[in-house]
């Protein structure tokens, strides 16, 4: 591989070698361009299920409420709760293309994919995945538990609580433990790998501290109360994907000059 030409940490590209084809300077600073736009809407559109679901469910304090609290919210706020729930899934959805653009754009002047790379597109997938049946327990089985909570006696709303608390519980596990912190910062680790030789070097550690606050929360299955590393974990990465856009759109401007 081409070692980067300039001071280390920088992005400065190699020129390329004489008589090699590909894309011309305006169309790889679209493509940055592109990487960068999405990385950014990833690293925004975290906020709008943050405002609505914060209001509606008190999310995301209130995910370890139980079924006596949480139940009588979502009836209350079930529109909410679904527009909450969807830019939350659309959201969890976007992490596959993210990392894959973040990755492509940074594999360096070849263009080519290493391992490593590739490994964090599948690990991105496999993590939107586990987040998207972590989402929907939210916009299919709670509003039901929700309906039935209403009208049904104390007998009832005890076997309501236990569904209740069982899906809340196996869905937490595949969505927030599995998709956001086991599968998610592992495709942030692999992007740091793929990336740190044509990624300033403050990025690389950057996203290395992010690794470990995405995994923070896994204390979980090991018995502790995580409380809310899952809360710190995220933002971490929202944070990390916004200093990556910044990056692309820097890269974009050299090759605009």
Same mark, same amino acid.
């Given at each position: 591989?081409?070692?980067?030409?300039?001071?280390?940490?920088?992005?400065?590209?190699?020129?390329?070698?004489?008589?090699?084809?590909?894309?011309?300077?305006?169309?790889?600073?679209?493509?940055?361009?592109?990487?960068?736009?999405?990385?950014?809407?990833?690293?925004?559109?975290?906020?709008?299920?943050?405002?609505?679901?914060?209001?509606?469910?008190?999310?995301?304090?209130?995910?370890?409420?139980?079924?006596?609290?949480?139940?009588?919210?979502?009836?209350?706020?079930?529109?909410?709760?679904?527009?909450?729930?969807?830019?939350?899934?659309?959201?969890? $959805?976007?992490? @596959?293309? *993210?990392?894959?653009? &973040?990755?492509?754009?940074? %594999? +360096?002047?070849?263009?080519? =994919? /290493?391992? !490593?790379?590739?490994?964090?597109?599948?690990?991105?997938?496999?993590?939107?995945?586990?987040?998207?049946?972590?989402? $929907?327990?939210? @916009?299919? *089985?709670?509003?039901? &538990?929700?309906?039935?909570? %209403? +009208?049904?006696?104390?007998? =009832? /709303?005890? !076997?309501?609580?236990?569904?209740?608390?069982?899906?809340?519980?196996?869905?937490?596990?595949?969505?927030?433990?599995?998709?956001?912190?086991?599968?998610?910062?592992?495709?942030?680790?692999?992007?740091?790998?793929?990336?740190?030789?044509?990624?300033?070097?403050?990025?690389?550690?950057?996203?290395?501290?992010?690794?470990?606050?995405?995994?923070?929360?896994?204390?979980?299955?090991?018995?502790?109360?995580?409380?809310?590393?899952?809360?710190?974990?995220?933002?971490?990465?929202?944070?990390?994907?916004?200093?990556?856009?910044?990056?692309?759109?820097?890269?974009?401007?050299?090759?605009?000059?």
């Amino acid at each position: 591989m081409n070692a980067v030409a300039g001071s280390p940490g920088t992005l400065a590209s190699p020129a390329p070698a004489t008589g090699a084809t590909g894309p011309g300077p305006g169309r790889s600073r679209r493509r940055i361009m592109g990487a960068a736009a999405l990385l950014a809407v990833e690293g925004l559109l975290i906020f709008v299920p943050a405002v609505v679901l914060g209001q509606a469910v008190n999310w995301p304090q209130g995910l370890g409420e139980p079924a006596a609290v949480t139940l009588p919210l979502v009836a209350e706020n079930e529109t909410a709760l679904r527009l909450g729930y969807l830019v939350y899934l659309a959201y969890s $959805l976007l992490f @596959l293309p *993210v990392i894959a653009a &973040l990755v492509t754009v940074l %594999a +360096g002047p070849e263009g080519r =994919l /290493r391992p !490593v790379a590739r490994i964090a597109v599948i690990l991105a997938a496999v993590s939107a995945l586990a987040r998207g049946i972590g989402i $929907l327990r939210w @916009l299919t *089985v709670m509003p039901t &538990l929700a309906e039935s909570w %209403a +009208g049904a006696d104390p007998a =009832l /709303r005890r !076997v309501l609580s236990v569904q209740f608390q069982a899906v809340n519980d196996f869905g937490g596990g595949i969505g927030e433990l599995l998709g956001v912190s086991a599968l998610g910062a592992a495709a942030v680790a692999c992007a740091v790998i793929a990336t740190r030789e044509f990624a300033p070097t403050w990025l690389a550690w950057f996203g290395a501290a992010v690794v470990v606050a995405s995994a923070l929360p896994l204390a979980e299955l090991a018995g502790l109360d995580a409380g809310a590393l899952t809360s710190v974990g995220v933002t971490a990465v929202q944070l990390w994907l916004l200093a990556a856009a910044a990056v692309l759109v820097a890269r974009a401007r050299r090759h605009h000059r």
